[in-house]
């Protein structure tokens, strides 16, 4: 079992950055990918970024959806368990309630997932 914590969502005016933090605890050391995902209100949740990696010492893989190319990163410490997305040049379209999630060796899905934590943009 793995557990997922997001925290770092807020308040922020367009253009402005926030960094969301998802905390991984319990069988870290199953998983190979974790991902952030976006649900606004009345709309579907949507793919944001996800990162990918087979050990601790060799470039992970990062996959960005159009949307947000350019002006979110996603990035992991491997000695927290902590999978970080850093988000610039906010936009209002991008308020949302964020989540985390990660996949397991063995399974191609993402079976974990996080609470959620809300991002809102003002204009």
Known sequence: QVQ?????????????S???????SGSTFTMYSM???RQ???????FVALIR????WTSPTTLYADSVKGRFTIS??????TVYLQ?????????????????IRGRNA???????????VSS
């Open 4 to 16: 997922l914590v997001e925290s770092g969502g807020g308040l922020v005016q367009a253009g402005g």
């Open 18 to 24: 926030l960094r969301l933090s998802c905390a991984a």
């Open 35 to 37: 991902g952030w995902f």
């Open 40 to 46: 606004a209100p009345g709309k579907e949740r949507e």
């Open 53 to 56: 990696w087979i050990n601790s």
């Open 76 to 81: 992991r410490d491997s000695a927290k368990n």
């Open 87 to 103: 988000m610039n040049s906010l936009k209002p379209e991008d308020t949302a309630v964020y989540s985390c999630a990660a996949k």
């Open 110 to 120: 993402f079976d974990y997932w996080g609470q959620g934590t809300q991002v809102t």
